[in-house]
């Protein structure tokens, strides 16, 4: 079975402190009993954490979780009917993404005093899981310094491919309405207030009474375009595991629908906020880049921002909570949420809206270096190479060949500018820097997103990418071989951009941050001078 593994708790539990006990006293007999029946058939000990709604016990390779028998504001396990149920609930949700782990829900009959897993009459039920390390989680591979980006990239991948299957929200039900997602935002702000926290809840509910208007329409909109969908709605860092090499969510909201039935970008925005509020921007816009080339779900990011500060919101009051009903230090409860959720407001107010394009042949190195740039800018980018095959229902690795379609007629390529232009009207109108990544070969295609520019008041560029030919086409050969890359152009390809390209013109050379991507590139100082440019 390799080495052990470990379940951790959700977001929203907590362990159990003895005067929280005192106020929800529960009989545990059962789990008591249960625990020592597994120690004698393993002949090890097997620990139990608890929390305010739930006994999970640890073998050496198992671990099983049961719901307690409580009736809390957000959740009703008191029947056995409903246990079950929600047992089921959280082994179906969590094997959409986890299979490895959720092994089955398991009936466990006898008595509350010599209990059995196996056959009879059920008196209670275990969701069984397989266990994991608590060093592969997300939240210590990235401050141990062991997360890899292609590890985070294919979970953003993996994430997409959940949203895009995912269950629409039915219109007769009120989840992800617009009164439903600002009463949550005010409830958490009500909360970290009744917390005692003063000045930054003040700010915010001014921020968010500001913003409401535009948001309601934004979430309304979403809400009827097919957005809201049975998510996973709790993914911050300590719900993602690495297992077998690649990062897999687990702990679904199981208990409630109106946390998990929520838009999509809501989910995102819970791991790109948690990955800016440890330190990482540059990992949460890695993150958020490959989401949005799999989902293309750019008409999401204007409610972005607004669902990281109600997720920072959320962990804070949650940091808090663990505090006092933990008996842990404040100061020792991770990242400061609430600083968090004021930074991320504070950008809403003061955006860094800006406009760039790349320019240069294929294998030129611009999608390397805009990768790169936009990790550092905090930056949205958009591939004309994704979203020329998304035009023909393909996703960015599949070939075109392969599919028997023609992508490259010249309808094909106004209908791709058109759609990278509304793209990009859509995130700098929400506030942030935007590359768009093509090869910009034409002054036509070039003068159309100078032009947007201008229409929209925000600095525009050109990142102009160069190599030597032989290099040039060294690279385009890799990359075809390889297949890891959504660009389909191949020596043909180049040679022909070699022959037709239009060079900048000397008004476009004015606004040109010039690269040659064989030398050695330091990306703070070229970021640097994007991102001081005033026009």
Sequence with gaps: MGRPKIATRPMLECPMTSSHATRQPVDRTLVTALQQRLQAETGRAVSLVETHISWVLLTDRLAYKLKKPVGLPFVDFRTLAARKHFCEEEWRLNRRLAPEIYIDVAAVCGTPAAPHLGAGEPIDYVVRMKRFAEASLLRNLLLDGRLRTDQLAGFAQRLAALHARADVAPPSCGWGAPEQVLRAMRLALAGLAGEGVAGPPQALRTWLD??????????????????????????????????????????????????????????????????????????AFRFLDVYLQHSGDYAGIPVLRAYEVYRALVRAMVARLRARECGAPAATAGPDYLDCAAALARQARHPTARLLITNGLSGSGKSTIATEMLASAGAIRIRSDVERKRLFGMQPLQRSVDHGHDIYTPEATRRTFDRLRACARTALQAGYPVIVDAAFLR?????????????????????????????????????????????????????????????????????????????????????????????
Excluded: Y
């Design 443 to 535: 002054r036509d295609e070039r003068l159309a997103f100078r032009t947007l520019a201008i229409e929209l008041g925000v600095p525009f560029a050109i990142l102009h990418c160069e190599a030597t030919e032989a290099q040039l086409r060294a690279r385009v050969a890799a990359r075809q071989s390889s297949g890891t890359d959504a660009s389909e152009a191949n020596l043909q390809v180049l040679e022909r951009q070699l022959a037709t390209h239009e060079p900048l013109d000397e008004e476009e050379r004015a606004a040109t941050l010039h690269v040659v991507s064989e030398a050695s590139l330091e990306i703070g100082p070229l970021v640097d001078r994007w991102l001081a440019r005033k026009r």
């Design 210 to 283: 500001a913003q409401a208007s535009a948001l309601c329409a934004a979430w309304a909109e979403r809400r009827g375009k097919g957005f809201v969908r049975e998510c996973h709605g709790d993914l911050h860092l300590a719900n993602v595991v690495l297992i077998d090499g690649d990062l897999t969510a687990f702990d679904c909201i199981e208990f409630d629908p109106a946390l998990r039935w929520i838009d999509v970008m809501s989910d995102v925005a819970f791991l790109s906020m948690d990955l800016k509020a440890h330190g990482r921007e540059d990992l």
